[in-house]
């Protein structure tokens, strides 16, 4: 199993379009944080007067919708495409190891994403005033958040590539369900369809549980929320691969 993980990891940054992703998500947040108009974006660090760098936690969740479609679109796409999926298969591990090896790929290559973005917080750090005036736990609390949600999306995407020989077609069924378990039951919610359950359906959702965390309290229920959702769509891609025995 660890070596499939390594592998994965080495696949994907040997190739020009693992770096290219990973430049367009720091390039893009470091744009939005430091470069765009306040009034446009709303979202210049050095415009709003505030120590903080919340924009790049409303900013990075969209951008990963993207970004880590384009990161998964090939975990067993590109195996059904080239015939290795039935070699992969006969190696001595389970559905369930080969699922999960690709997964934590994944989700390691989605923390590499996030590592340079320290560089953002350190800047705020400095220009606070005092220096160091930062509210440092909820900054903590929104990066734990935006990891298991890009673990949750990392587990859609691998589902979306395991059920489809063509890395396109992965990577729009990935952004649709991301954008689907992420903001689509705030939509649902708001249309009060449901009424009285409309706050139900809103915490079925990934955001509601993301903001949750981004206040900087780690609350037990969202981390099984998300724990539950990464192990549905896991479990999903699993069964999908033992459905070509049957």
Known sequence: MFTLFVKEIRGFLSSLIGYITIAVFITGIGTFMW??????????????GFANIDPLFILAPWIYLFLIPAITMRSFSEEKKTGTIELLLTR??????IVLAKYFAGVVLVLVSLLPTLIYYYSVYQLGSPKGNIDVGGMWGSYIGLLFLGAGFVSVGVF???ISENQVVAFIMAFLLCFITYIGFD???VAGVFGKYDALVKNLGMNAHYVSMSRGVIDTRDVIYFISIISFFNLLSKIVLE???W
């Open 92 to 97: 001595p591990l389970t559905e369930l190891q």
């Open 35 to 48: 470069l765009a108009p306040n009034e446009s974006a709303g979202s210049n660090v050095l415009e709003n």
């Open 187 to 189: 939509f649902i919610s």
């Open 243 to 245: 459905s070509r025995k």
């Open 160 to 162: 979306a590539s395991s």
